[in-house]
């Protein structure tokens, strides 16, 4: 069985088997949704297949798979990177959430064309109470690298759960000002933006109770810190968005801090993906996360 499909083959596994679901990115081997989702579609006796789906980023390349797609029957799909965006402006309608951050990580197929929402705001919220105890209502925040697909939306996520204060750190561009811009009217407490080269990004991380690494320093080994560890302080919250460990998060630990990576995130964003899809009743969380922490 491949790793993933990709538009040139998949309408012959399609011919086979009921494919429904899948996710899309690029790259994507490596993603861990098939092991959860398709638990839960097992689980509650769906007899469909969810997959990983490969899409070129040539002009084009995903816009003609998501078409394909519809054209096969699919009904749902996760995105990943780094097609979220892309998502976005394909979709016919959107949650507010997707219309705020400007990214969607979950499509659904209505007879009007794809519709999609973002899960990965309410997935990070619900993995910081599940792991901390803590609402964002009651956190000062910063985001390290806010101006990602990922970053994005638990910056606004952050917004619309009226987060105490929130500081949103990226590289110096212009999506940075705009994101400042969109936000700001929807938010009554305080929201700055600084660069990871900026003065003010130090007593940020100093004064905030939970740090989150949206950055891709940590995907690979022997990536930097994104930011020194001697600015941390013990009895932060310092979350890392990648699923597996990494310096930002032993870095944390030794310094006295809540840490935790990215796995409550996926699960949940999945399960939020899956009630999408499917309804609210009995949704299969204990399965899916079974299958997570076993993938």
Known sequence: MPAFYT????????????????????????????????????????PHRYVRLLAGTEEGDFE??????????????NVTVPFKKKAKKLAVCCCELTKLCGAANTLKRCDDGWHAIN??????ERAILEHSGRKLSELQVVILGACGGAGSALAAQCVL?????LTLVNRPRPELEAMVAKLAPLYSGKLNSCHFDTPELQQAVAQADLVVNATSLGLREGDSLPLPAE??????????????????RQAAATRGCITDNGVGMLLWQGVFAYE??????????EQMRQALLQA
């Open 64 to 77: 003609q798979l998501l078409t394909l797609l519809a054209q096969l029957g699919f009904a749902g799909v």
């Open 231 to 248: 600015w941390l302080q013990a009895g932060q919250i310092v979350y890392d968005i990648v699923t597996h460990d990494t310096p930002l």
């Open 276 to 285: 999408y899809w499917h309804g609210s009743n009995h949704l299969p969380i």
């Open 7 to 46: 538009a040139t083959n998949i309408a012959e596994l399609c011919a086979r088997e009921s494919v429904k679901y899948g996710v899309i990115g690029n790259p994507i081997a490596h993603s861990k949704s098939p092991q959860f989702q398709q638990a839960a579609l097992d689980a509650d006796g769906h």
């Open 161 to 165: 759960s009226k987060c105490r204060s």
């Open 119 to 124: 899960t990965d705001g309410p997935g990070f």
